[in-house]
């Protein structure tokens, strides 16, 4: 006959051996901290014109002058949605030393972007991207990815896969302190 709470007190004497709690460290970091590779590119950034998902035109040229971070996404990519907080929260803090972004969404239609960006409250400029727009830029293989462009119009830095907030501090600020 079985004593109630045996079962329990089997599952209490399991502790995690070292390399349990090294693994799951492990996933929890790779969570908040996504791997991204970030490639160094030095070359003029093409003359990229998008519509914004209210009908506004926005050429990358209006932000020459300021740093630029050219997002490509999509609402249905779970990494986009993963780092955009980050975003939004980076260019509320950034944006009146002269921080910018684009978020040019790789969905098939504006609305579904509209809605989500409307009801997740996030206030930087998005807008459908366009054939060739990524190609222009460096290749966009895969989501997320963004080119940092500087205030001279160059493409600084490519970025396969996740920003977060410390990568965008690491990357954007020294090029916010250049003249």
Same mark, same amino acid.
């Given at each position: 006959?079985?004593?109630?709470?045996?079962?329990?007190?089997?599952?209490?004497?399991?502790?995690?051996?070292?390399?349990?709690?090294?693994?799951?460290?492990?996933?929890?970091?790779?969570?908040?901290?996504?791997?991204?590779?970030?490639? +160094?590119?030095?070359?003029?950034?093409?003359? #990229?014109? &998008?519509? $914004?998902? =209210?009908?506004? @035109?926005? *050429?990358?040229?209006?932000?020459?002058?300021?740093?630029?971070?050219?997002?490509?996404?999509?609402?249905?990519?779970?990494?986009?949605?993963?780092?955009?907080?980050?975003?939004?929260?980076?260019?509320? +803090?950034?944006?009146?030393?002269?921080?910018? #972004?684009? &978020?040019? $969404?790789? =969905?098939?239609? @504006?609305? *579904?972007?509209?809605?989500?960006?409307?009801?997740?409250?996030?206030?930087?400029?998005?807008?459908?991207?366009?054939?060739?727009?990524?190609?222009?830029?460096?290749?966009?293989?895969?989501?997320?990815?963004?080119?940092?462009?500087?205030?001279?119009?160059?493409?600084?830095?490519?970025?396969?896969?996740?920003?977060?907030?410390?990568?965008?501090?690491?990357?954007?600020?020294?090029?916010?302190?250049?003249?």
């Amino acid at each position: 006959m079985k004593v109630k709470g045996e079962g329990w007190r089997k599952w209490a004497r399991l502790k995690p051996d070292w390399l349990t709690l090294v693994l799951f460290g492990l996933i929890a970091y790779v969570w908040f901290r996504p791997p991204a590779w970030v490639s +160094d590119e030095n070359r003029t950034a093409p003359a #990229i014109k &998008a519509t $914004s998902l =209210d009908g506004r @035109p926005i *050429p990358l040229e209006q932000w020459r002058g300021k740093v630029v971070l050219v997002n490509f996404w999509a609402t249905w990519c779970p990494y986009c949605r993963h780092e955009m907080p980050a975003m939004e929260r980076f260019y509320r +803090d950034y944006r009146a030393q002269g921080f910018e #972004i684009l &978020a040019l $969404s790789q =969905d098939d239609a @504006p609305e *579904p972007v509209r809605r989500f960006m409307e009801k997740e409250g996030y206030h930087f400029p998005a807008a459908m991207a366009e054939a060739g727009q990524a190609d222009s830029l460096g290749g966009a293989s895969r989501l997320p990815t963004s080119f940092l462009i500087d205030r001279q119009g160059r493409v600084r830095y490519k970025i396969s896969g996740q920003v977060h907030y410390a990568r965008l501090e690491n990357l954007v600020k020294p090029l916010l302190a250049e003249k």
